[in-house]
């Protein structure tokens, strides 16, 4: 007979979408509802990435996740930590090379925090391309940006995740290809990958995009969406199909965290979060884990009687 079910799935949840607590709060939170981890956005609420004494501040947290047992990606899109005036600015692609080195250090910045954290990855994007430039010109802008980011990465030993984000450069899974090629496909270059963004634009079915991505993918952000349009929805409120999702998931043999992101959704925060994983847990596959009579938990070689 065989033993319980359980998922092979892990759960987290973002705290963009938790603005409204303080990061320990938001942690202990996710700890007791039973979440495996945390996607944690560097922002002013949130370990501010810019703020004095920012490795001290880092130890602590650190400290306090592995306290909670809860695991960790780093991401990178607050809205306005860089720019009090324009959301996502300045970005690997803007005119002024001064700005865009100032999107390099947060992304320099975001890797020794994932390092110090043990974190799974740092998760970036693109950015929209500016008024009055071309494409191959901002093409070009984010492979030379990326460079150095990518080099911190492989020495910190923490993988990159691009996200293709509907609406920038690097918008669909073939636009992450167009630039694994152009950087020569290098280690530490992985992918994001929003189940939501699948639905609203890609080709292909959520499933189906799960699986092409598999060779690469880093880092999972999950929400409800609706074909063609760029909302983040609580789940059942959008159209996506979730157990194919969740289980061509599972077949890839993912190790990283799923990371539901709802931050529109952040002023009621802790009901979603409440909400959110229970969803989850029962849209995802069982894997039976083999109880000792049952004869795959035999060890090969050995006879039973």
Not at 75 to 101: F, M, Q
Not at 134 to 151: G, I
Not at 254 to 270: F, I, K, M, N
């Amino acid at each position: 007979m065989n033993g319980c079910a359980r998922t092979p799935l892990r759960f987290g949840y973002g705290t963009n979408g938790l603005a409204d607590l303080r990061l320990d709060d938001a942690l202990a939170l996710l700890a007791d509802l039973g979440y495996d981890g945390v996607g944690l956005t560097l922002d002013h609420m949130h370990l501010d990435p810019l703020a004095p004494d920012l490795a001290a501040r880092t130890r602590r947290a650190a400290h306090r996740l592995d306290e909670l047992g809860l695991g960790v990606t780093v991401e990178t899109g607050a809205r306005y930590v860089l720019d009090p005036r324009l959301k996502h600015g300045p970005s690997l692609l803007a005119p002024d090379p001064d700005d865009r080195t100032r999107r390099v250090d947060l992304l320099l910045r975001a890797v020794r925090v994932a390092a110090d954290l043990g974190a799974h990855a740092v998760h970036c994007f693109s950015g929209t391309v500016p008024d009055g430039t071309d494409e191959d010109t901002a093409w070009k802008r984010l492979a030379e940006s990326l460079t150095p980011v990518l080099d911190a990465a492989t020495t910190a030993g923490v993988p990159l995740a691009v996200e293709p984000e509907p609406g920038h450069l690097l918008a669909t899974l073939a636009d992450f290809h167009r630039l694994r090629r152009t950087l020569g496909d290098p280690e530490p270059l992985g992918l994001t990958l929003d189940i939501g963004h699948c639905q609203c634009l890609e080709p292909l079915p959520p499933a189906d995009c799960v699986r092409e991505a598999a060779p690469w993918l880093r880092h999972v952000q999950i929400e409800d969406m609706r074909r063609g349009v760029h909302e983040h929805l609580p789940f059942g409120d959008g159209e996506i199909d979730f157990p194919p999702v969740l289980a061509a998931l599972a077949a890839t043999g993912y190790q990283g965290l799923t990371v539901v992101e709802l931050p529109r959704h952040s002023h009621a925060g802790p009901h979603f979060a409440a909400h959110s994983l229970p969803f989850l847990r029962h849209a995802a596959p069982p894997v039976l884990v083999p109880s000792h009579g049952d004869p795959s938990a035999t060890p090969e070689g050995s006879r039973t009687p």
